[in-house]
């Protein structure tokens, strides 16, 4: 009956009315993935610095050192090389090495930025054995700390903890003034997420390490970590994406991305029914959707309807709602992936950063007046962060003790505050707004990326 109805009505109108629905409904939909292809999740973002950022396009050469077969004779390195010494590399694994329990990864011993460093590569599309850790996988199947995790990525984690903690061990009891640094691309950014987190559950088995020696910076994750575990490790996870990037944003199960990949209008479709019938309010009380973890670095370079590449914006946030929920139609959501791309647009960013500092010529003892307000900002809005979790009702999400690497400015911040004023840190805020605003009435950014003194309209 309904069917004939709808026949009638089509013929009679002259249109088929649901598949004109549903077209425009697609329609909606693919203008709406267009335009957030401008950055558009991270808008209302605060900027990065060049204090906090300097780690990142360094750990990206790292990562992609992991790489070559011989350090000493690299075939691959990036202009400029690597900026590392083969003599400091402690040990390199290869497949053979880890049997495919996770992808292969180095230890090096950074004497010049005072760090032990763990790397772990990317997903190699010509091995089934990491496949097999990224596909391990259904929503619910693993719970750690209060929340969910990525069941395969969580083994491999455990596995090379397990067989490197020691080692570590002996390097940070060794060199007591270094901070414990992990780092990983694609899959190796799921594996050394989990591998922090677990790593501060069992801080015994590194020499009791304070909390605030440890971080990790994920280059392109994969969803690993349920909502709250993803705000609630923001201290020490900094999880790095290049504009476009497919994989941070992909909420379908990974096996059935592959399966879909030469299929590629059968999952646009899925994931617009899907976008279109699932409420947000849903999707944050869901406790088993999996997002990227800790603090997110967005770095944008392309504007919408623009061609080409522009300075990067590097844009920084803990944030809740809005953590990369959609994917995004562009050219460059598989390419904004690659490692190398990521160093490239890293690096630019930083060197656009550093070239601003050293225009406006800032004094050593303000620049570490900046780093002081960097870190109660972030403390700021880790500490918001977990508010507006409670107040979305996120499950699990009730705030850790302290914050580990702000925690001891959060204590001498209370303690110089006894009435629980908030205004030593809207301060810090609104000079560094008004500075801000003060630096963009001076100058202007050229073609090339530097910066100008505005020229006088008269």
């Known amino acids: 009956m309904f069917l004939l109805k709808r026949a009638s009505m089509s013929i009679l109108c002259g249109l088929p009315i649901l598949e004109c629905v549903y077209c425009l409904g697609c329609a909606r939909w693919l203008w709406k993935k267009c335009l957030y292809s401008a950055g558009h999740e ?121 067989t490197e903690c020691e080692l570590l061990r002996d390097l940070v009891e060794m060199n007591p003034d270094y901070r414990l640094t992990f780092a990983g691309h694609s899959l190796g950014a799921g594996i050394v997420s989990l591998i922090v987190m677990y790593a501060v559950q069992n801080l015994d088995r590194l020499g009791n390490i304070e909390r605030k020696r440890i971080r990790c910076f994920a280059m392109a994750p994969a969803r690993c970590v349920s909502l709250n575990l993803a705000v609630r490790y923001a201290d020490v996870i900094n999880s790095i994406v290049l504009q476009d990037d497919f994989l941070p944003r992909t909420t379908t199960a990974l096996e059935d991305v592959f399966k879909s990949i030469f299929c590629l209008p059968c999952l646009l479709c899925l994931m617009c029914v899907k976008d279109t019938c699932t409420l947000e309010e849903k999707m944050l009380k869901d406790p088993t959707r999996l997002y990227a973890p800790g603090r997110l670095y967005h770095i944008v370079e392309r504007k919408p309807f623009r061609i080409g590449r522009f300075p990067p914006v590097v844009r920084t946030a803990v944030p809740v709602d809005g953590r990369f929920e959609h994917l995004v139609l562009s050219c460059n959501a598989t390419s904004d992936h690659a490692i190398i791309w990521l160093e490239r647009e890293s690096q630019r960013a930083l060197d656009l950063m550093l070239e601003k500092d050293r225009i406006l010529e800032i004094p050593a003892q303000q620049r570490m007046q900046r780093q002081e307000s960097i870190a109660r900002e972030h403390s700021e809005e880790y500490e918001a962060a977990l508010r507006r979790a409670v107040a979305l009702e996120i499950p699990r999400a009730a705030p850790s003790p302290s914050y580990g690497t702000f925690a001891e400015v959060g204590k001498g911040e209370s303690s110089g505050s006894s009435g629980g004023t908030r205004s030593p840190l809207l301060s810090f805020k609104r000079m560094r707004e008004r500075w801000d605003d003060f630096i963009e009435r001076l100058f202007d950014v050229d073609e090339s990326g530097r910066m100008v003194f505005k020229k006088s309209s008269t």
């Open 42 to 162: 991270s808008e209302n973002w605060g900027l990065a610095t060049a204090e906090e950022f300097e780690p990142v396009p360094r750990l990206c050469r790292l990562i992609l050192s992991v790489y070559e077969d011989d350090l000493r004779d690299p075939l691959w390195a990036p202009p400029g090389g690597y900026g590392i010494d083969p003599d400091w590399v402690v040990v390199k694994r290869t497949y053979e090495d880890t049997g495919g329990c996770a992808a292969p990864y180095m230890i090096y011993l950074d004497h010049d930025n005072a760090d032990v460093v763990l790397v772990i590569r990317g997903l190699n599309l010509a091995k089934e054995s990491d496949y097999a850790v990224l596909l391990d996988n259904k929503l619910g199947q693993t719970t750690f700390d209060g929340g969910y995790v990525h069941n395969g990525l969580l083994k491999a984690a455990k596995w090379v903890f397990d």
